[in-house]
Each structure stands twice: as structure tokens, then as C-alpha cells.
């Protein structure tokens, strides 16, 4: 995915193409691009993605980086069954990655107040893998924008607490964040990760870790 689309992005993605090189008509940054925008124009659907992309005027079209061929015009743009097949094979992680650290070259200052990051699982309504298994993402979400600087797919052999530590190591830089998560995530190896970037953490400790519960309740 190194070509760049007009107005959109600034330097080359590192998401990589899994299609064969030979015949492909359209490029995958611009097969991203057209989703994107359809998905934040409110299709919840492929089929309603193919229908925003049959429909967008030319201006929005050549803004996204699509070359219209004027002897076959139907061909210049990706078709449903074209999206479908290409997003079921893209590296999710791969993807989550480059548009959180896209997100992250664009944010704006904090004027030396510090940064708040949340650590939070979700799961997926309406998605799951082809064996029937639900989404589970590990995101870290900044508190004053509301951008997702990093997520991870959590797979059905790991849970989030492993996950966390290669989650943050995707963000690029800690240092004098303050990092907060729930209770699951209150552990001594994840505390001492972030101390070791040079983070802040609040987390929340619940009554089954009775002894550090009892050391904070002991506390004025």
C-alpha cells in the first residue's frame, strides 16, 4: 500500500496488499478510503458501502485518489463483491496500526497538561469471524479527543491482561500519560511496563485482591 491518495494522506501506509500484483485494477488504499467514507457516511452494510461508492459525486471520487477511465466508467470504481473480498483478507491488526499512529501525527497540543489514554474491551455487535467467533478488541481511547490510538483484535487462546502490554507498545510515545483501565487490568507487570515508559496509571482495585484491597483501605 504505498500510493498515496490526494489530500488524504501524507506519506505511504504500512498496510500490506494481500492481493496478487497481476490485474489488479484498483488500489488498496483507495478501496480503504472509499469504505471509510462510507461507513462515516452511515452505511452499515457491504452492500450499502458498494451503493455510497456507485453514487459519490465525481469530485468526492477523484479526491479519494480514483482514476476514472472514460471509455468503461463503471470500471473505475471498485465493485461490492470487490470490497467484500479484499477486506476479508486485509491484516486487521496491520490496519488498526497505521490508522492509530495516522490519528496520532494529527494531535493537536495539550499545552503541558497531562494526556489521559484508556485501556477498555469491547466486542463487536453484528461481527464475527467465519467460525462464528465474536470481535473482541483491546483499544487504547485518549480521554479529551476520543481517538482510538491503538486497538487489537483479542483472539479466543489470549485474553485482554496478555494483550495489553503489545497493545501499548503500538503507541508511540508514553512518556507523562496517564494511562487508567478497570480492575482486570490491575496488575504488577502491566504497572511496572508503564512506569518503565515513563507512564502514570489509575486503576481500580476490587475486593478479590484481598490484600491490596485491605492495604487501601488501611490508607487515610
Not at 7 to 22: I, Q, T
Amino acid at each position: 500500500m504505498a500510493e498515496e491518495v490526494p489530500g488524504l494522506l501524507e506519506r505511504p501506509a504500512e498496510v500490506p496488499d494481500p492481493r496478487d500484483p497481476r490485474g489488479v485494477r484498483h488500489a488498496l488504499v483507495v478501496v480503504l478510503a472509499l469504505t471509510a467514507c462510507a461507513v462515516l457516511a452511515g452505511a452499515t452494510s457491504l452492500l450499502a458501502v458498494g451503493e455510497w461508492i456507485a453514487d459519490a459525486p465525481s469530485s468526492v471520487l477523484e479526491r479519494l485518489g480514483v482514476r476514472p477511465d472514460p471509455l468503461f466508467p463503471k470500471r473505475s470504481l471498485p465493485a461490492e463483491t470487490t470490497v467484500w473480498r479484499l477486506l476479508g483478507r486485509i491484516d486487521g491488526d496491520a490496519l488498526d496500526q497505521t490508522a492509530g499512529r495516522w490519528l496520532a501525527d494529527r494531535r493537536t497540543s495539550t499545552d503541558g497538561q497531562l494526556r489521559g489514554l484508556a485501556v477498555d474491551g469491547k466486542s463487536l455487535r453484528g461481527a464475527a469471524k467465519a467460525t462464528g467467533r465474536k470481535i473482541h478488541l483491546l483499544a487504547a481511547c485518549e480521554h479529551t479527543t476520543g481517538l482510538v490510538l491503538a486497538q487489537l483484535d483479542v483472539g479466543e487462546k489470549t485474553n485482554e491482561i496478555t494483550c495489553f502490554q503489545p497493545l501499548l507498545k503500538t503507541v508511540a510515545d508514553l512518556a507523562g500519560t496517564v494511562v487508567t483501565s478497570d480492575a482486570m487490568h490491575t496488575q504488577r507487570e502491566h504497572a511496572e511496563y508503564l512506569l518503565g515508559r515513563g507512564a502514570h496509571y489509575i486503576v481500580t482495585v476490587k475486593g478479590d485482591q484481598k490484600k491490596l484491597h485491605k492495604q487501601l483501605k488501611s490508607l487515610p
